[in-house]
């Protein structure tokens, strides 16, 4: 016998026409449900709407929805093709988004069927504002549409740049870091700069303090402002192969805070003093002024790290690199007597031609300067998530939690499969992970061990409570260090501000940030999601030209 109930949720659909409408995941539902929805219920809707239905638990105990009403609809725009119905024209939308045709209204353009289109949703209004001539303006349409990541700032937005351009940088209880030499190091294309890193040498009890700073974002951002509400909406920028989407207008992002060398810039730095052991015992954190005296390479760094070459580029700051180096291998042994796997890898970049056709798939290596700055920014995040707690504020926190037993099983299999034995007992500690990291590291089958590794240990999540990280075994951890990419970051910045600004009527338990944690989980998943489909797709179109060639 089945019974009916009320239920909420998100619709999700498969391109065979059928789909779900799941609940939304929260701290009082981890584990949300789940119901069938029958492709002519789907009609009206889109992917991502929030929706009310009724639900059926049949005798097997699946659930089925039905008579779904939209709650929320947050999707702005749809990509499809243009397609003639009884002489109306309707668009045939990207099957991941819509399982029907949507009426089309021509919007004053020259559509015809077979176009491509970029059309708006105008509450029930369906209006093309843009069709698509090239391949790759197609293939990056459909991705940008896909995962609803909006495109543009609008006119409020930009006038709100040219108004915060005008603040200047340097202002009362800044501390002057302008004197100490400090450098950013970064891929050469990067454009949007947020994290520097100096030293000060080890004293006579042989500790050193390593000096994170970070681009001040809340004090050009006002909260509740036009810049604000984008950055929230957005929640991360998009770094698609060939086109970035930024969080934040390129007229700040890499222009007017971006941490440019030889320019003043407004920071917030986390000061920690790490002993000969590698233990961070005292953290400062303050607003600062800071000028970066270079602007290094990841690649002339790491000649520097494993060859002792020092670029002209790097003359300015050649007493400061040895002790980066020891910065590294201090936090490295910490890191190691605790256990987890390292986040920096190797990854495939494919290369463009100016028509936006893939010309190459090359593999860029993880390099000394990757980790140096991998760590770097894993210990001022711990430390900021640390020094949150300790005062009793609110945070949103990187969380990740620690696989089941049944997948630690599942990943005992794989390996053993391919020759391991990895022994790992009845749970999976960070160590027991290590173990396992050192096994796989430069085998044969390394790259697939670490697929299966990253499905076995699942995603990391922001969460309002601070609750541990596993793969990194940290106790606390949060996202610090990329506030111009990341909207969480900046979050925590402006409760770090407050706070520092005297403000001592914050709580740890905010219940405004458990709604927020969950929509920049969404976010980003969806840019995720956009940046695998936009490579997949560019590698497809490589290889179509070479069947019968041959890869390693």
């Not at 991502?48 to 939209?70: C, F, I, M, Q, Y």
């Not at 796989?440 to 076995?456: D, F, K, N, Q, Y």
Request: hydrophobic share 40%; with cysteine.
């Amino acid at each position: 016998m089945s019974n009916s109930s009320a239920f909420s949720g998100r619709v999700s659909l498969n391109p065979r026409g059928f789909g779900f409408v799941t609940e939304e995941e929260s701290a009082a539902r981890p584990a949300p449900r789940s119901a069938f929805v029958t492709p002519p219920d789907l009609n009206p809707f889109l992917a991502g709407d929030l929706v009310n239905a009724e639900v059926t638990e049949g005798p097997d105990g699946r659930l089925t929805a039905s008579k779904l009403t939209l709650v929320q609809r947050t999707r702005r725009a749809l990509y499809g093709v243009a397609v003639a119905h009884r002489k109306a024209l309707f668009l045939k939308v990207d099957r991941e988004v819509s399982n029907t045709d949507w009426p089309l209204d021509k919007g004053g353009l020259d559509v015809a069927p077979g176009d491509h289109v970029v059309a708006r949703l105008d509450g029930a209004r369906l209006v093309a504002t843009e069709v698509l001539e090239s391949p790759d303006a197609r293939a990056v349409a459909q991705v940008v549409a896909r995962y609803g990541i909006p495109t543009a700032f609008d006119a409020e937005c930009l006038a709100e740049v040219e108004r915060v351009r005008n603040i200047p940088h340097a202002s009362p209880g800044r501390r002057d870091l302008r004197a100490v030499p400090t450098l950013t190091i970064d891929a050469p294309r990067t454009r949007d700069i947020d994290d520097a890193v100096a030293v000060i040498p080890a004293g006579p009890d042989g500790a050193l303090r390593l000096l994170v700073s970070i681009a001040d974002v809340g004090a050009f951002v006002p909260e509740g402002g036009a810049l604000d509400r984008a950055a929230r909406d957005r929640a991360t920028s998009v770094y698609l192969a060939g086109c970035t989407l930024p969080m934040l207008p390129d007229g700040l992002s890499s222009e007017y805070i971006s941490l440019l060398p030889g320019v003043d810039r407004a920071c917030l730095t986390c000061e920690m003093r790490i002993d000969p052991e590698g233990n961070v015992t005292a953290v400062d954190v303050y607003t600062s002024l800071l000028r970066s005296w270079v602007r290094a390479s990841y690649d002339e760094v790491a000649d520097f790290l494993d060859r002792g070459v020092v670029s002209d580029n790097l003359q300015p700051v050649r007493d400061t690199l040895p002790w980066l180096r020891t910065v590294s291998a201090r936090i490295g042994l910490a890191r190691a007597r605790r256990g987890g796997v390292s986040l920096a890898r190797d990854e495939a970049r494919v290369h463009l031609d100016a028509k936006g056709e893939p010309t190459a798939v090359v593999a860029e290596g993880t390099t000394s300067a990757h980790v140096l700055i991998e760590r770097a920014m894993v210990a001022a995040n711990e430390a900021i998530g640390q020094w949150l707690v300790d005062r009793g504020l609110p945070g949103l926190y990187r969380v990740h939690d620690e696989p089941t037993p049944a997948r630690v099983g599942d990943l005992a299999e794989f390996a053993r499969n391919f020759g391991f034995a990895p022994g790992f007992g009845p749970r999976m500690t960070p160590l027991v992970l290590e173990a396992f990291d050192r096994q796989i590291a430069g085998a044969p089958w390394e790259e697939a061990m670490r697929a299966v590794l990253a499905r076995v240990l699942g995603p990391a999540r922001y969460d309002a409570q601070p609750t541990a990280h596993f793969g990194l075994a940290a106790p606390v951890y949060l996202h610090f260090t990329s506030p111009i990419r990341r909207y969480a970051d900046l979050v925590v910045h402006r409760i770090v501000r407050r706070y520092l600004e005297g403000d001592r009527t914050m709580t740890a338990d905010d219940p405004s940030l458990d709604a927020l944690a969950q929509h920049i989980n969404t976010r980003a998943y969806n840019a995720a999601r956009a940046e695998t489909d936009r490579h997949r797709t560019l590698t497809a179109r490589y290889m179509a030209g070479r069947l019968g060639e041959a890869f390693a």
